[in-house]
């Protein structure tokens, strides 16, 4: 069932340290004393401003084949494709922080403070990973299925999903009810939001080798972590 979802401050409460480590300090370091400030005030401005909200929607396995395969610009292999057919849950979503602290970076750097922006740019994406995170449980948690024992997101623009695919993914789950729009680039407004899809099932299924041919192109191999942590 279609559900909307107004998240609480605490529920996507970024980490500092994975704040931290985003500004290329390794695992564990402590912070630079003249870091203090700038992340004090970072932390103020996004929680004067979040204003976070999602919207999700179960979606049948051969419905979700016609979104994912988008506008046929996709990778020719990728992940997803061997993991949603072995899913218990699929779930269309897309979360927003709000408009507001998207205008907030934009004006830190109008306003000539590239750091402070700089870092409230990394607090609020890691929030929005949080959100989708919060999502995430929620749905395991809603889930009453046996095979339910992972929940991990897959977005449009990640991994051999081509960002065009959002179009599809919009025309489906019509996130404007939450305030987001997508422009002819396929980017959202608010900038600070995630959509994709959530999916659910064995651990094992979301286990796999980053030796596609687009991984030579990736900086973060964020997909190394999400396996990790499984
Ligand atoms: S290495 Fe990067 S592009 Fe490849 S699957 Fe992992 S996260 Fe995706």
Same mark, same amino acid.
């Given at each position: 069932m279609r559900r909307v979802f107004s998240l609480q401050v605490d529920d996507i409460q970024p980490q500092v340290g994975r704040v931290l480590r985003e @500004? $290329?300090?390794?695992?564990g370091a402590a912070m630079p004393r003249r870091y203090v400030p700038l992340f004090d005030e970072a932390f103020r401005i996004l929680r004067e401003t979040l204003a976070p909200r999602a919207v999700w929607q179960p979606i049948p396995r051969d419905r979700f084949l016609e979104v994912y395969a $988008?506008? $046929?610009?996709? &990778? @020719?292999? @990728?992940p997803l494709e061997h993991i949603y057919p072995r899913a218990d849950t699929l779930c269309l979503f897309a979360l927003t922080l709000g408009a507001e602290v998207s205008d907030a970076i934009d004006r830190l750097f109008a306003e000539n403070d590239p750091a402070t922006g700089y870092l409230l740019d990394l607090v609020a994406s890691e929030a929005a990973s949080r959100g989708v995170r919060w999502l995430g449980r929620r749905l395991a948690d809603a889930s009453t299925g046996p095979g339910m024992e992972a929940v991990l997101a897959y977005s449009p *623009?990640? %991994?051999?999903? !081509? #960002? +065009? *695919?959002q179009r599809k993914l919009f025309a489906e789950l019509q996130p404007g009810t939450i305030g987001i729009s997508l422009n002819s680039s396929c980017?959202?407004?608010?900038?600070?939001s995630v959509s994709g899809v959530l999916v659910g099932g064995?651990?094992? #299924? !979301?286990?796999? !080798?980053? @030796?596609?041919?687009?991984c030579t192109q %990736? &900086? +973060?191999? $964020?997909c190394r972590e999400r396996i990790a942590l499984l």
């Amino acid at each position: 069932m279609r559900r909307v979802f107004s998240l609480q401050v605490d529920d996507i409460q970024p980490q500092v340290g994975r704040v931290l480590r985003e @500004t $290329g300090l390794p695992r564990g370091a402590a912070m630079p004393r003249r870091y203090v400030p700038l992340f004090d005030e970072a932390f103020r401005i996004l929680r004067e401003t979040l204003a976070p909200r999602a919207v999700w929607q179960p979606i049948p396995r051969d419905r979700f084949l016609e979104v994912y395969a $988008g506008e $046929g610009l996709n &990778a @020719t292999d @990728t992940p997803l494709e061997h993991i949603y057919p072995r899913a218990d849950t699929l779930c269309l979503f897309a979360l927003t922080l709000g408009a507001e602290v998207s205008d907030a970076i934009d004006r830190l750097f109008a306003e000539n403070d590239p750091a402070t922006g700089y870092l409230l740019d990394l607090v609020a994406s890691e929030a929005a990973s949080r959100g989708v995170r919060w999502l995430g449980r929620r749905l395991a948690d809603a889930s009453t299925g046996p095979g339910m024992e992972a929940v991990l997101a897959y977005s449009p *623009g990640y %991994c051999g999903w !081509h #960002i +065009s *695919g959002q179009r599809k993914l919009f025309a489906e789950l019509q996130p404007g009810t939450i305030g987001i729009s997508l422009n002819s680039s396929c980017l959202m407004t608010p900038l600070k939001s995630v959509s994709g899809v959530l999916v659910g099932g064995p651990r094992a #299924i !979301h286990r796999f !080798h980053n @030796t596609y041919p687009f991984c030579t192109q %990736c &900086a +973060s191999k $964020g997909c190394r972590e999400r396996i990790a942590l499984l």
